[in-house]
């Protein structure tokens, strides 16, 4: 019995997860979005759902009083984000695999009316779009994590409540151990007892026996 027990905890320690640290990083590149290849910022976001991201831009653009669409790409139409410009523009945006499983690349484009944003040309602009873009994959990867967490911990949780629940009934079959070993000690004393109290009811009953068979001849004697 203890030696399964002991092959169903070893998968825990197999799938031990390794602590890393997590770093967001926006670059400057060309991509293929909105119909051609055009510069873009791009994000590696870690840990969250493709469609959870997706749901979260969209709402982030609203806020920005875009009309929102979405397909393969989520295009964002005369969203007025004053950090970047004075006037609307139209935000480009999708969601690619990464190169590990909790990974998604984030990619986003600029459109300020007929010229995407870049660096060289918008600085100012472009460092306003970065924070935008680095705060959403901050904000998405640590939401996300912070679900790891908490589902990670409800499994702490619930492994210390058996753990307790374990010791508890140890307690108890000790507790019933030493019940029981006093009862065995009762019992012990109480058979000498009783050994001592037949050996006496049997030494009553010969000598009641002789009375009796006396009496019984006496009883035969008479003619």
């Not at 890393?20 to 400057?28: G, L, S, T, W, Y």
């Not at 004053?82 to 600029?110: H, L, M, P, Q, R």
């Not at 679900?147 to 010791?167: G, H, R």
Request: glycine share 4%.
């Amino acid at each position: 019995m203890k030696k399964s027990f002991l092959l169903l905890i070893t998968p825990l320690f197999a799938f031990a997860i390794q602590a890393q640290n997590v770093k967001i990083k926006v670059e400057e590149k060309s991509e293929n979005i909105g119909g051609g290849s055009h510069n873009c910022l791009v994000v590696t976001i870690y840990d969250a759902k493709p469609d959870d991201i997706k749901k979260e831009w969209k709402s982030e653009m609203k806020d920005y009083n875009a009309k929102v669409t979405s397909g393969d790409e989520i295009v964002a139409d005369n969203a007025l984000i004053k950090d970047i410009s004075a006037n609307t523009c139209d935000v480009y945006a999708k969601t690619e695999k990464g190169s590990a499983d909790n990974e998604t690349v984030f990619t986003v484009g600029f459109l300020l009316g007929e010229t995407w944003l870049t660096s060289s040309a918008n600085p100012a602009s472009y460092k306003a779009a970065e924070k935008i873009v680095k705060d959403f994959a901050t904000k998405m990867t640590k939401e996300a994590i912070a679900d790891i967490v908490a589902a990670e911990q409800k499994k702490m949780d619930n492994l210390n409540s058996d753990q307790k629940d374990l010791e508890k009934k140890n307690k108890s079959l000790n507790d019933d151990i030493v019940s029981y070993q006093k009862k065995i000690d009762q019992a012990k004393y109480d058979i000498k007892d009783n050994e001592d109290a037949q050996s006496k009811q049997k030494a009553a009953i010969d000598a009641q026996q002789k009375v009796l068979d006396a009496a019984k001849a006496r009883q035969n004697s008479v003619e």
